[in-house]
């Protein structure tokens, strides 16, 4: 997450903080993050419910992969009959 946001040489850059994905300054400590989200259930990762906003408390779950690929900026929905 931070490096993503923070660190423009990591390749993953472009698409958090290179298009303004900020990280809530509280996060700055661990203990707090683990506060907010407690540890990370079995099979789940961190997740954005809107990928238009940063990470913070509000805005952060815990997901399964297929959640996260429905949940993806580039997804497209059609609707096929009707």
Same mark, same amino acid.
């Given at each position: 997450?931070? $490096?993503?946001?923070? $660190?423009?040489?990591?390749?993953?850059?472009? /698409?958090? +903080? =290179?298009? +303004?994905?900020?990280?809530?300054?509280?996060? #700055?400590?661990?203990? $707090?993050?683990?506060? #907010?989200? =407690?540890?990370?259930? /079995? +099979?789940?990762?961190? *997740?954005?419910? #809107?990928?238009?906003? =940063?990470?913070?408390? *509000?805005?952060? /779950?815990?997901?399964?992969?297929?959640? $996260?690929?429905?949940?993806?900026? %580039? %997804? /497209?929905?059609?609707?096929? %009959?009707?």
């Amino acid at each position: 997450m931070h $490096q993503r946001c923070e $660190q423009s040489t990591q390749k993953a850059y472009p /698409r958090y +903080g =290179g298009r +303004g994905i900020t990280i809530c300054t509280e996060w #700055d400590s661990f203990e $707090q993050f683990l506060i #907010d989200m =407690g540890e990370a259930p /079995r +099979g789940l990762t961190l *997740d954005r419910r #809107d990928n238009s906003k =940063g990470y913070s408390k *509000d805005n952060c /779950r815990w997901a399964t992969v297929l959640e $996260q690929a429905q949940n993806k900026s %580039n %997804n /497209r929905y059609l609707t096929h %009959n009707g």
